[in-house]
C-alpha cells in the first residue's frame, strides 16, 4: 500500500522531486536495513509497566541524515523520512496488533483533553528527564519560585493507567496534548524541537504504541496534539536579530509571494536572516529554507504603524495586511527565538506531513489537531488534511481525523481559504462602503473591533484567494475523488465565539437568554456556523467545550471557585449543542484553578511569588493543576472531598500514586460529585440521542435573563426516534421549575432551519420527561406552553424528550437516554468493578 500510495501522491502532485525517483527501489531494500532489525529488537523486549527509557534507537540521533552534508541535502532527508514509513508499517505488524477503523463520521464523540504532565504520573523514573534548567536550579536550591510551571512528571505511563476511568466517564476520544520532543522541557509540550521521537520525561515510542492500543481495546480512539508554526530547541538564535525594516521588509516580501507568485524551488524572500542551529537542533532540520526567518512579529509595521496596536483582522493596512502579520514573522519570542517554519516550502510541508503520517504507521494515532493553524499558510495546511488522509486510507482508516486551531473567522481574514472543498471566495457587498467586499459575512460592521467598515479593498487584487493556495488546491484537485467530502482542506474547526458567549453567561457577566438576541454574538456564532457550511465542511465533526489549554477554567474567577451550579448547565450546552463535547481534564472533578493551602516548609521568597502568582489569576500554570496525588501542583476544587487534598509544595512526587480507583481526586461518587455524575450522564445521553448533535435549534423561551432553553431537532424530519428535544439551561444558585416554556413556531429564532422544527407533532396533555433527571416531567398546554411540574426537584439543567421516546439506562443509573441509541451503547462499567477496567 505505501508503494502505491507515494506513486499515487507523485503523480498528482508537483512531480518527483529529488530522491523519490529511488523510494521504490528504496522501500523494496529496506528490509534488509538495520532500522527494522532495531525496531524489531526493541520490540522484542516488550513492555514493562513503566515507561521504558527512550534510547532513541529508532531511528535515533546517529540514523538521523544531516540535511548540511552534501551527500545527503534536502532531497536525502526527505527519501529518509519516506522510508521511515515503511519502517513503521514493519514494526506495526510484528506488534500483532489489529489497526483500529475510523468511525463513519466524527459526530458524536465524547473527546476528552489530556495534559500528559499533569494527568497521571505512572513513572516516577522519568520525572527529571527533559526538565527546564530553571526547574533544576531551583530544585537544587529548594527555592520553588515558579513551581507551577516547573515539570510535574505526568506521563504517558500516568495517562495508560487511567484508561479505565475514561471508559468510566465515557470518553470515547482522547486529545493528548503535545508529546514529541521539545528539548527544553516546556511542560505544555507547545514548543517543538524533534518531530520523530517522543519527550522522553513523557515516554517513549513503543509505550505511545502500547497507550493507544489498550485505549483502542476500550473503544476509545486517540487525537494527537501537534504544533504546526514553530520549532524551538536549545541554543537556537538568530546569527543577528533582524530589525524593524528587516521584518518589515521580509513579512511584505512573503505575503506578496504568497498572494502573486507560484512556488519555485529555492526560493527566498528580501530581508530573511540567518539562523545558528546551536548544539541540540536535529541534523535533518538544519536547513536555512526550512524556516521563515523574518524575526519577531513585534517589529512587524505595517504602513509604519505598530502591528499589535491595530485593530484586530481588519485595519488600514488592508486584510492582507493583517494576515501577514500572522503568518510571516513570529508570534512567540521570549525570551529567546521561537523561529517559524517556511510553510510556504514545498520541501518543507513534504517533511512536516511525512514525520506526521510515521505516527499514523507507528501508533495508529485515529486524528490530528493541528495548533496555531491561524499562524500558517493555508496551502500548508490543505497538503498537511490531504495527505494525513489519504495514507491513512493506506491503512484502513478511511475516515482519519484532523481539525484544526482557527478559533472563529474574525480571527483569520482569509479563513475559508483552510475549510472543506476550496478556497472559492464568499462574496457580498457592503452597503456602507460599496467598495469593499465581505468575506464569509465579515462584512458591514459597526465600530466595536469585531468588524470595520471596509473589510477588503478589491481594487489592487483580482482575487481574494492567494496564489499559493489556488496552485495548491488545483494539485489537490487531482485526489478529490480519494478524499470524497469534505475535501482537501481541513473537515473542521472548533468555533471559540460560541464557547466564549457561553463562558461569560457561566461567569455571570453575559444574560442566558441573549444568547438569540445579542447582536454581537449571534452575528459572531452565525459566521462560525455558515463558514463550515458554505464550504461544505462538517459542522457537527467540530468540538464544543467551556474550558480549555487556552483560558482561565469557567471557575477561576474569584469568588466563583465553589459554584458547581456555574458548571453544570455549561457541560450540559456542551452535550447539546451541534458538534461534539471536549471536556478539559479535570472538570468533570470541579477544578477550578484556584489556591488553595500552601506546604508549610516553602521558605518565604518563593512563597510571596507564589503568591503573587495565585492573586493574579492569569498564570498558565493556574489552568494547568495537577490531578494525580503527590503532584507539586495541587490547586482547589469545587467538590469538597476532591478539594480536600489541595497542596502546592516545593518538590517533586515522592511516591507512586493510588491506582485510579482509590485516588482521591477521581471522585466518581454520585453522591459527593454531581458534576461527574452527570457528565457521564450527558455523554450517555447524548449518544443515544443524536439530534443533539445536530445544527438545527430553536429558541424555546426568553422571559428569565438566567436561564438558556432551546429545542433540537433532527436535520432529517424522517428520521426514527424523537421527533425533538427540549434543553434547559439554568444559570442560578437556586433554579426553579417555572419556564415558559413555548412550542416550535415558525417565527421563533433559529440557528438553522429544517423541516423537522415544524415537523414535530405537540399535543395537549402530551408528557415529556427530563432524561438526566428523570423524575422531573412537563406536560404540553393548551396554550401550547410546555409546562414543567412545579412540584418537581428543580435543577439546573435538563434534557427533556416525549416520554414515549426515553427508555431507562443500563443498571448502575440514575437517569434515561434515548430508546432509538440505547442498544447501540457500550455497557456501563459498574462503580464498584473499577480494578477490572
Not at 527494522?36 to 515507561?51: D, E, F, V, Y
Not at 524551488?265 to 536535529?282: C, I, K, R, V
Not at 514525520?355 to 493541528?370: K, N, S, V
Amino acid at each position: 500500500p505505501l508503494e502505491i500510495f507515494f506513486r499515487s501522491r507523485a503523480r498528482a502532485s508537483r512531480g518527483p522531486s529529488a530522491g523519490q525517483g529511488s523510494l521504490l527501489c528504496g522501500l523494496r531494500a529496506m528490509r534488509a536495513d538495520r532500522w527494522i532489525c532495531s525496531c524489531a529488537c526493541i520490540l522484542g523486549l516488550g513492555l514493562t509497566a513503566a515507561a521504558q527509557e527512550d534510547k532513541r534507537k529508532f531511528p535515533g540521533p546517529e540514523e538521523q541524515p544531516s540535511v548540511k552534508d552534501p551527500k545527503v541535502g534536502v532531497a536525502g532527508v526527505l527519501k529518509w523520512s519516506k522510508e521511515r514509513l515503511a519502517t513503521a508499517q514493519e514494526a506495526y505488524g510484528q506488534t500483532g496488533f489489529t489497526r483500529m477503523k475510523s468511525p463513519a463520521a466524527w459526530d458524536n464523540e465524547v473527546v476528552y483533553y489530556v495534559m500528559v504532565d499533569r494527568f497521571a504520573n505512572g513513572d516516577m523514573n522519568n520525572d527529571m528527564k527533559n526538565v527546564p534548567a530553571f526547574q533544576v536550579d531551583q530544585l537544587s536550591s529548594g527555592l520553588p519560585y515558579t513551581v507551577g510551571n516547573w515539570r510535574h512528571g505526568g506521563d504517558l505511563e500516568g495517562l495508560r493507567g487511567r484508561l479505565g476511568y475514561l471508559e468510566h466517564l465515557g470518553v470515547t476520544t482522547i486529545w493528548v496534548s503535545p508529546i514529541l520532543l521539545n528539548n527544553e522541557g516546556s511542560p505544555w509540550g507547545y514548543y517543538l524541537s524533534d518531530m520523530s521521537m517522543i519527550d522522553p520525561g513523557f515516554g517513549s515510542r513503543e509505550l505511545f504504541r502500547q497507550v493507544v492500543k489498550e485505549a483502542h481495546d476500550k473503544g476509545i480512539r486517540v487525537v494527537l496534539d501537534v504544533i504546526t508554526n514553530m520549532g524551538k530547541s536549545q541554543d537556537l538564535k538568530y546569527t543577528e536579530a533582524p530589525s524593524i525594516d528587516e521584518t518589515t521588509a521580509c513579512v511584505e516580501a512573503a505575503e506578496n509571494m504568497y498572494w502573486n507568485y507560484s512556488y519555485t524551488p529555492n526560493e527566498t524572500y528580501y530581508n530573511q536572516s540567518w539562523l545558528d542551529w546551536g548544539t541540540q537542533m536535529p541534523p535533518y532540520m538544519m536547513d536555512q529554507t526550512f524556516f521563515q526567518r523574518c524575526g519577531v512579529q513585534a517589529n512587524y509595521r505595517p504602513k509604519g504603524k505598530l502591528f499589535s496596536t491595530l485593530p484586530k483582522v481588519y485595519n488600514d493596512s488592508g486584510a492582507t495586511g493583517f494576515d501577514a502579520g500572522l503568518l510571516w514573522p513570529e508570534a512567540f519570542s521570549a525570551p529567546d527565538p521561537l523561529p517559524d517554519f517556511a510553510t510556504m516550502n514545498k520541501n518543507w510541508q513534504e517533511l512536516y506531513t511525512n514525520m506526521m503520517m510515521y505516527w499514523i504507521a507507528f501508533a495508529d494515532i485515529d486524528g490530528l489537531r493541528l495548533d496555531a493553524v491561524k499562524y500558517v499558510s493555508a496551502d500548508y495546511v490543505a497538503y498537511i488534511s490531504t495527505h494525513v488522509r489519504l495514507f491513512a486510507k493506506t491503512l484502513g482508516k478511511d475516515n482519519f481525523f484532523v481539525t484544526g486551531e482557527i478559533l472563529s473567522p474574525g480571527d483569520v481574514p482569509f479563513a475559508y481559504t483552510y475549510l472543506g472543498q476550496g478556497p472559492e471566495p464568499m462574496k457580498a457587498a457592503c452597503s456602507e462602503n460599496p467598495g469593499c467586499m465581505g468575506l464569509v459575512g465579515d462584512c458591514c460592521p459597526t465600530q466595536g473591533g469585531l468588524r470595520l467598515k471596509c473589510c477588503f479593498d478589491v481594487s489592487s487584487r483580482s482575487s481574494v484567494v492567494p496564489k499559493r493556495v489556488s496552485d495548491m488546491w488545483t494539485e489537490l484537485s487531482a485526489h478529490e475523488h480519494e478524499l470524497g467530502s469534505p475535501g482537501p482542506a481541513m473537515p473542521t474547526f472548533y468555533p471559540t465565539d460560541d464557547h466564549s458567549y457561553m463562558r461569560d453567561v457561566a461567569r455571570g457577566v453575559a444574560n442566558a437568554s441573549a444568547w438569540w438576541t445579542d447582536s454581537h454574538w449571534n452575528l459572531s456564532m452565525s459566521n462560525n456556523k455558515d463558514l463550515l457550511i458554505r464550504q461544505k465542511a462538517e459542522p457537527t465533526w467540530t468540538w464544543q467545550m467551556v474550558d480549555s489549554q487556552d483560558l482561565p477554567r469557567v471557575l477561576q474567577v474569584a469568588g466563583q471557585g465553589d459554584d458547581i451550579w456555574r458548571l453544570i448547565p455549561a457541560l450540559t450546552w456542551m452535550f447539546t449543542w451541534y458538534g461534539s463535547p471536549a471536556l478539559y481534564y479535570g472538570i468533570e472533578q470541579g477544578l477550578n484553578g484556584q489556591c488553595g493551602k500552601f506546604d508549610e516548609h516553602i521558605l518565604d521568597a518563593p512563597l510571596e511569588q507564589i503568591h503573587l502568582d495565585c492573586f493574579k489569576g492569569t498564570d498558565d500554570a493556574l489552568k494547568r493543576q495537577d490531578m494525580f496525588t503527590g503532584g507539586p501542583w495541587l490547586l482547589r476544587s469545587a467538590i469538597p472531598q476532591v478539594n480536600k487534598s489541595a497542596m502546592i509544595s516545593g518538590g517533586m512526587m515522592q511516591a507512586g500514586a493510588p491506582n485510579w480507583c482509590e485516588e482521591p481526586l477521581l471522585n466518581r461518587d454520585p453522591t459527593q460529585n454531581q458534576v461527574f455524575r452527570d457528565t457521564r450522564a450527558l455523554g450517555r445521553i447524548r449518544r443515544s440521542c443524536r439530534m443533539l448533535g445536530t445544527i438545527p435549534a430553536m429558541r424555546a423561551q426568553d422571559a428569565d435573563p438566567k436561564v438558556l432553553a432551546y429545542w433540537k431537532f433532527p436535520e432529517d424530519v424522517t428520521s426514527p426516534g424523537p421527533s425533538c428535544a427540549l434543553v434547559i439551561l439554568d444559570y442560578k444558585p437556586t433554579p426553579s421549575n417555572d419556564y415558559v416554556i413555548h412550542v416550535p413556531s415558525a417565527s421563533s429564532p433559529y440557528t438553522y432551519w429544517s423541516p423537522a422544527a415544524l415537523g414535530a407533532n405537540f399535543t395537549v396533555g402530551q408528557k415529556f420527561v427530563d432524561l438526566l433527571h428523570p423524575d422531573r416531567t412537563a406536560i404540553v398546554q393548551a396554550d401550547g406552553v410546555l409546562k414543567v411540574d412545579a412540584a418537581a426537584p428543580t435543577r439546573n439543567s435538563g434534557v427533556f424528550i416525549p416520554l414515549e421516546d426515553a427508555i431507562e439506562d443500563s443498571e448502575g443509573s440514575d437517569w434515561m437516554v434515548c430508546q432509538i441509541g440505547q442498544a447501540e451503547l457500550p455497557a456501563l462499567p459498574n462503580y464498584e468493578e473499577c480494578r477490572a477496567t
